[in-house]
């Protein structure tokens, strides 16, 4: 494979096997997993070969792989090593090291999407502060800063203190006084109202870098769990949504674009849980969306898949206003933008004439871009996600455990959900083979498409044996 045999820890690949066609070009991924196993399932299947860099030895994508080399994605010396041996470069998660792909990309390696691309999205206060400035409607958004002042009272008595402690060494943070962050949190509190929304800036995912402070004394212990205002916060107006929507938008290397239908997500505390594609929003609600999707990408370089996320705060109800014209009430604000096949597009492996997948590898080879529009009437994605496991301790009593291995408990009902979808007509099951199970992690999901939505709704239904789903 590309990679040398000393960084190459592959198992899996036994032999090699002759060049041809398109497979003369090797693909490099940052990143193994699950987004990178079905990208590796789409390559294989067009004679592409995909290597992979994760740092976890059992990761998804590894099996599946040309070849996985096993190392972080966030290590310089490790990114260039990888980088180097390929003809093009791409991610399937956004937290590497960007300074390196810049880096590499001035000696000339080719890196789909562009490391421009991958510096904006990777921060997320940086991606609104972009897309502001292209005029993408967002929810208002603001930073809290670290803010430091010396008061002359302050001076004068760490001056005494230098003294009587007998400092030499001039420490910067001892003559800075900061001022109680909360403040400025609070600032946005009385301008954005509540409840606010604070978030990571950096190396967010799964919602795992959100906190909801629902009135201005919730602020503190909201920074708390986001682990202190050290890590880079910022806070967002929150959006009133009445759905949230979503574009996979491809974008070839000749700046083509076409967008896929817009898809509804549902999401279960900050998790993806479910996709209904198409959305149930009228004609003038998907345009909007697409529109706003088209104008975020292009405001972005390089090619490939991006997922654009968005919130409808209105319901898109046409309404009869007073001089007896119709007006639309609803918004569309821009959430963010992954610059990778994304959860919002596992549906179009079953559902669309051209994968995610597929098209991610198309747009960054410079291929033709498949067509993404939907040869299913209705699709519903179902993200298995872990689940608690109870189990009992030493003591008799009941307890909780974080995570679980194969074989047990947790494991047992995802199979037993696998069990029951493997006998629905139209649902495919994807597993992704994570060796631990935690609680909501992505272990897998499972796509039900259909004549029509109501169908597909009760093929679902079926599944997981439950009542209808509320809504619609
Ligand atoms: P992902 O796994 O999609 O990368 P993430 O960790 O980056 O997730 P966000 O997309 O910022 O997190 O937020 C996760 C979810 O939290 C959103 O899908 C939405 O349901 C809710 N959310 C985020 N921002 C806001 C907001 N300003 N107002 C209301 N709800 C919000
Ligand atoms: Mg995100
Ligand atoms: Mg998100």
């Not at 996979?248 to 290397?253: C, K, L, S």
């Not at 597993?431 to 093929?459: C, F, L, N």
Request: net charge neutral; charged share 20%.
């Amino acid at each position: 494979c590309g990679a040398s045999p000393e960084s190459c820890n592959t198992s899996h690949r036994k032999h090699d096997l002759p060049i041809h066609g398109v497979s003369e070009t090797i693909v490099g991924v940052l990143g193994g997993g699950q987004l990178g196993r079905m990208l590796c399932q789409a390559a294989s299947q067009m004679a592409i070969k995909v290597i992979v860099l994760d740092p976890m030895e059992n990761c998804p994508a590894g099996a599946l792989s040309h070849c996985h080399v096993v190392g972080s994605y966030d290590d310089s010396v490790t990114v260039e090593e990888f980088a180097k041996r390929f003809s093009v470069l791409t991610v399937e998660i956004e937290h590497v090291n960007v300074a390196t792909l810049e880096k590499l990309e001035q000696q000339g390696l080719d890196i789909q999407p562009k490391a421009s691309t991958i510096r904006i999205i990777q921060d997320k206060y940086l991606q609104k502060v972009h897309f502001a400035r292209h005029g993408i409607p967002l929810p208002k958004f603001m930073k809290v800063n670290h803010q430091f002042t010396m008061s002359r009272e302050h001076y004068y008595f760490l001056f005494l203190k230098m003294i009587v402690e007998n400092i030499t060494v001039f420490d910067r943070k001892l003559w800075l006084r900061q001022i109680d962050d909360p403040e400025s949190a609070k600032k946005a509190g009385d301008l954005f109202g509540y409840p606010l929304m604070i978030k990571r800036k950096r190396l967010a995912y799964d919602g795992r870098g959100n906190a909801v402070a629902k009135t201005e004394e919730e602020i503190s212990s909201a920074v708390q769990t986001l682990g202190g205002y050290d890590h880079g916060l910022y806070v967002e107006q929150w959006a009133p949504f009445v759905k949230e929507l979503a574009v996979i938008v491809a974008r070839g290397r000749d700046k083509s674009i076409l967008c896929y239908p817009v898809v509804e997500t549902i999401h279960r505390e900050n998790i993806c849980h479910i996709v209904k594609a198409p959305a149930n929003v009228p004609l003038k609600i998907k345009k909007l969306a697409t529109d706003v999707a088209y104008k975020a990408v292009s405001s972005l370089e390089g090619a490939g898949v991006f997922a654009v996320e968005l919130f409808l705060t209105e319901d898109g109800q046409v309404v009869l206003c007073c001089f007896n014209c119709f007006y639309s009430c609803a918004q569309i604000l821009l959430n963010e933008v992954a610059p990778r096949p994304h959860n919002s597009g596992h549906h179009t492996i079953e559902s669309c004439f051209t994968s995610q997948y597929e098209q991610h590898l198309r747009a960054i080879l410079g291929l033709q871009l498949g067509d993404p529009s939907m040869k299913t009437q209705a699709a519903i994605m179902y993200n298995i996600l872990g689940e608690d496991e109870v189990a009992t301790n030493l003591t008799g009593l009941i307890c909780y455990r974080l995570s679980c291995l194969q074989g047990e408990p947790g494991f047992l009902l995802a199979h037993q959900l696998i069990g029951r979808a493997l006998g629905i007509s139209g649902a495919t099951v994807h597993w992704y083979d994570k060796p631990e199970m935690r609680k909501q992690r992505k272990m897998g999901h499972i796509t039900i498409v259909g004549p029509s939505m109501a169908i597909v709704k009760t093929r679902l239904k079926f599944m997981l044996n439950e009542e209808l789903l509320n809504g619609d």
